[in-house]
């Protein structure tokens, strides 16, 4: 129950929409506590190639705090040493690590001197049947990471290989046995700088609206983090209020001014990351144009004072979690 707008708003991301302190704080213990056993496996595992600790990441939402309600999984990169190995792009953004001159670890998961990703991909996953407190590991459905699933708690670990390059970006598996670009720490900083420069305000934003995303079957064909660089570029672009109803409102004139357009990967290594095709682009523009017009009213009975019919309007959006006026 609330009796404004922003109290409805605070209620329903405290107890709908954002993770608990609590949850935050017992996934970050398993997921660093996980780390820490896998900078071990080079010691204990026989041809466990040698990790770079230094250089392994903990990204994905959960590490970005854009996560919403429940941790169900946390995505990790696991760095390990080139070990005087070498990479050479030969295709469409597509890599080759070079094993002639690398140690007998590396040369033991290559094909022909060539790193063979899934190979990196599976001594992963044989090794992980070494922690007790794990359930099972599972190759992940695009053959990029391991997919270790817990005994004890409601999140998985995706854990991806990597290599971090002399030119300063990392090397992933693409899916077919070579490597392809990353780089999660250009993904961090872009959001952690627009959230400073919004005060703070744009991790609940980009909450808030995955939340309703998760709601809504067509909007949710949309990717996660392509969705998500859609709230960036909308606050870079506009900038926010102090009202999160008031953003909500103009980021779904944005959405319905934009789904149709092509979005280019910010990192530059992707190229166009809307997913969509052209039928699901315009279902998706029909229904940010009805959003925006139920919030056109919400926004417009709040400054009316009339917070009980506005909250009304905000239930037609949220769906029934949405607190009651009262």
Not at 182 to 210: F, H, M
Request: proline share 2%; hydrophobic share 35%.
């Amino acid at each position: 129950m609330a009796k404004t707008v922003q109290s409805a708003f605070n209620t329903f991301n405290d107890n709908i929409v954002n993770l608990s302190s609590d949850d935050v704080a017992r996934a970050r213990n398993s997921r660093d506590f996980l780390l820490t056993n896998l900078h071990s496996f080079d010691k204990k595992i026989t041809n466990f190639p040698l990790t770079y600790s230094e250089k392994s990441i903990k990204f994905g939402s959960f590490a970005r705090k854009t996560k919403i309600i429940e941790v169900d999984d946390i995505d990790l990169m696991l760095c390990f040493n080139g070990s005087n190995a070498c990479y050479s792009e030969y295709y469409n953004g597509k890599f080759k690590i070079h094993t002639e001159n690398a140690d007998s670890r590396l040369k033991l998961l290559s094909d022909n001197n060539f790193l063979n990703s899934r190979k990196v991909i599976e001594k992963i996953k044989s090794s992980l049947s070494s922690l007790y407190c794990y359930e099972k590991a599972e190759i992940h459905r695009q053959q990029e990471a391991v997919t270790l699933k817990l005994s004890s708690y409601t999140w998985n670990f995706d854990i991806v290989p990597c290599f971090f390059t002399t030119d300063n970006f990392y090397l992933i598996p693409d899916g077919n046995g070579n490597w392809k670009k990353a780089d999660p720490r250009l993904d961090q900083a872009r959001v952690s700088d627009e959230n400073q420069r919004q005060n703070g305000s744009l991790l609940q934003l980009i909450r808030t609206l995955k939340y309703w995303k998760s709601k809504t079957r067509i909007v949710n064909l949309i990717g996660s983090y392509f969705f998500e660089n859609l709230v960036i570029q909308f606050s870079r672009n506009y900038g926010l209020s102090s009202e999160i109803d008031l953003d909500i409102r103009n980021f779904f004139l944005f959405l319905y001014q934009n789904i149709e357009n092509d979005f280019d990967d910010p990192k530059g290594f992707q190229g166009n990351i809307n997913n969509l095709n052209y039928l699901q682009r315009l279902n998706v523009k029909n229904i940010a144009n009805n959003m925006y017009q139920i919030c056109c009213d919400a926004y417009t009975y709040k400054k009316n004072i009339n917070h009980e019919k506005s909250i009304k309007e905000w239930q037609k959006v949220f769906g029934s979690e949405f607190p009651n006026y009262g």
